[in-house]
């Protein structure tokens, strides 16, 4: 019997220990993917420690973070003035903006960061 009581496993139960219930919230992540709110509460707390970081923007430990997981997707972080450049942006990876840049408010930008980052390895291990 795996269960003694509502929400109470038994002792026998494979779900009664701690490393088996993390092991398969790992697995689920990695077959179904973060949920957009889960890669919105990453993005919202990088932000956050973005912004409390010293000097330039592109320097900050946070960005090579955030530019690390997009690397590990198969996107590429470009600024808003790469974006104009045409051969820059032919490529058939996604191009997302800077971290400082993101605005989880724009459903269509979040859902194209999510999309890109929802399986992201980095992303996976930090949430």
């Given at each position: ?10 002792t ?6 701690p ?10 992540f ?11 509460d ?13 000097g ?5 430990p ?27 942006t032919k490529?058939?990876e ?5 971290l400082?840049q ?19 390895p ?6």
């Open positions: 019997v795996p269960f003694i009581g509502k929400d109470m496993p038994s026998s139960s494979e779900f009664a220990q490393d088996v219930a993390i092991g398969f919230t790992t697995l689920a990695h077959y179904q993917g973060l949920r957009i709110e889960d890669v919105r990453m993005l919202r707390e990088a932000q956050k420690r973005v912004e409390g970081e010293s330039p923007m592109s320097e900050r946070t960005m090579a973070v955030y530019k690390k997981w997009v690397e590990e997707s198969g996107g590429v972080v470009r600024t808003p003035a790469e974006l104009m450049n045409e051969e820059l490529g058939s996604v191009n997302a903006p800077p400082h993101v605005q989880l408010e724009n459903p269509k930008q979040l859902a194209t960061i999510h999309e890109l980052l929802k399986h992201s980095g992303l996976t291990a930090e949430s």
